[in-house]
């Protein structure tokens, strides 16, 4: 089967998994903007995406052509379910799958889940290995944190690459430092050189507080890892994965027809189904560095529909 991570070039970019930021909308509009060389799903919970459900999470798999290549994040503690997730993800066409061993979230650590297998080697070697069977052949990634409660990025990074996983994503903090703390890049490139020393061709995706493209492209280079994934930078600019835009030098109106865009686009797609809320996170990165920018920041959070955001913004 193809595998999409052997053609990239190096350093190659991904946008982070992000859930109920990064969906198929968002992702559409960022392609827009300037093209990672790989998207990533929100995370859905294995055990929901076998459950009745389904059909609500799905949402989060949607996606279309334009986003490959794409891969489905899943997260759970439960073998079986893991297997008849990734058995879902094959047939929805996905261009792979990527297990979550890091998230932080109180409910998803206490369940066994996400970050708290870094704690439970073995029940993550499960999983790992269920989710691969599932898989049927599509690549298999991880992303995961440098340790539970202190850092331990030699053993947990090379537990992890004893597998056959074609990329491993590594976010440079512990679960208990959530995003509190600078990220530890230097463990990032601990875990490379982890990689360099075991000789295992596994792809190494650094991620943490990437603010720019160069900023990027510079700690790919100094820490010697293959990718870079880029998850709150796109707020201050969606237009982070396009060298050849100087945000700076973006014009109000460009902001607010993405703005338009985005918001017809997600009016579009879910017609409904999604809080409209939901868009509301995105309004601060829109609009922001021009005269009155603050203004219609404030009167976009009372909107609550589409006609009543393109009124505001077709006023302006
Ligand atoms: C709103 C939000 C939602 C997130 N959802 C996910 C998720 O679904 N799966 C995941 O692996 N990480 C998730 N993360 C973590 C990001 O993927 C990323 O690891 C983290 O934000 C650090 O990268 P950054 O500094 O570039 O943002 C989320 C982060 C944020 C801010």
Same mark, same amino acid.
Request: net charge positive.
């Given at each position: 089967m193809a595998n999409f991570w052997q053609k990239l070039k190096k350093p190659f970019?991904?946008?982070?998994?992000?859930?109920?930021?990064?969906?198929?909308?968002?992702?559409?509009?960022?392609?827009?903007?300037?093209?990672?060389?790989?998207?990533?799903?929100?995370?859905?919970s *294995?055990?929901?995406?076998?459950?009745?459900?389904?059909?609500?999470?799905?949402?989060?798999?949607?996606?279309?052509?334009?986003?490959?290549?794409?891969v489905a994040q899943i997260w759970g503690t439960k073998p079986e379910t893991m297997y008849q997730a990734?058995?879902?993800?094959?047939?929805?066409?996905?261009?792979?799958?990527?297990?979550?061993?890091?998230?932080p979230d109180r409910s998803v650590v206490k369940s066994g889940a996400g970050g708290a297998l870094i704690d439970n080697p073995t029940l993550a070697q499960e999983v790992i290995l269920a989710t691969q069977e599932g898989a049927g052949g599509l690549p298999l990634s991880v992303k995961t944190r440098i340790g539970f409660k202190t850092v331990q990025t030699e053993q947990w990074i090379s537990f992890l690459l004893k597998?056959?996983?074609?990329?491993?994503?590594?976010?440079?903090?512990?679960?208990?430092?959530?995003?509190k703390v600078p990220a530890h890049w230097e463990e990032i490139g601990r875990a490379a050189a982890v990689r360099?020393?075991?000789?295992?061709?596994?792809?190494?995706?650094?991620?943490?507080?990437?603010?720019?493209?160069?900023?990027g492209l510079k700690k790919a280079k100094q820490f010697k890892i293959d990718g870079i994934m880029i998850g709150r930078g796109i707020f201050k600019s969606p237009w982070i994965f396009n060298p050849q835009v100087d945000t700076s030098q973006v014009t109000p109106?460009?902001?607010?027809?993405?703005?338009?865009?985005? *918001?017809?686009?997600?009016?579009?797609?879910?017609?409904?189904?999604?809080?409209?809320?939901?868009?509301?996170?995105?309004?601060?990165?829109?609009?922001?560095?021009?005269?009155?920018?603050?203004?219609?920041?404030?009167?976009?959070?009372?909107?609550?529909?589409?006609?009543?955001?393109?009124?505001?913004?077709?006023?302006?």
């Amino acid at each position: 089967m193809a595998n999409f991570w052997q053609k990239l070039k190096k350093p190659f970019f991904a946008l982070a998994p992000m859930d109920d930021v990064t969906d198929t909308v968002f992702r559409q509009i960022i392609v827009s903007c300037g093209k990672p060389d790989v998207f990533f799903t929100e995370f859905v919970s *294995a055990d929901g995406l076998i459950s009745s459900g389904q059909q609500k999470l799905l949402q989060k798999f949607q996606f279309s052509e334009a986003e490959r290549p794409i891969v489905a994040q899943i997260w759970g503690t439960k073998p079986e379910t893991m297997y008849q997730a990734a058995m879902i993800i094959k047939d929805l066409g996905f261009d792979g799958i990527d297990i979550n061993m890091g998230c932080p979230d109180r409910s998803v650590v206490k369940s066994g889940a996400g970050g708290a297998l870094i704690d439970n080697p073995t029940l993550a070697q499960e999983v790992i290995l269920a989710t691969q069977e599932g898989a049927g052949g599509l690549p298999l990634s991880v992303k995961t944190r440098i340790g539970f409660k202190t850092v331990q990025t030699e053993q947990w990074i090379s537990f992890l690459l004893k597998f056959d996983l074609a990329a491993l994503t590594v976010h440079g903090r512990t679960v208990a430092e959530l995003s509190k703390v600078p990220a530890h890049w230097e463990e990032i490139g601990r875990a490379a050189a982890v990689r360099d020393q075991l000789g295992v061709k596994i792809l190494l995706i650094g991620n943490g507080d990437v603010t720019t493209f160069h900023d990027g492209l510079k700690k790919a280079k100094q820490f010697k890892i293959d990718g870079i994934m880029i998850g709150r930078g796109i707020f201050k600019s969606p237009w982070i994965f396009n060298p050849q835009v100087d945000t700076s030098q973006v014009t109000p109106q460009k902001r607010l027809q993405l703005l338009l865009e985005h *918001a017809r686009l997600f009016d579009e797609v879910w017609q409904g189904s999604k809080n409209f809320a939901i868009l509301k996170k995105f309004f601060n990165s829109y609009v922001r560095g021009f005269k009155g920018a603050s203004d219609l920041r404030i009167k976009l959070m009372e909107t609550k529909t589409l006609a009543d955001v393109e009124q505001l913004v077709g006023n302006q």
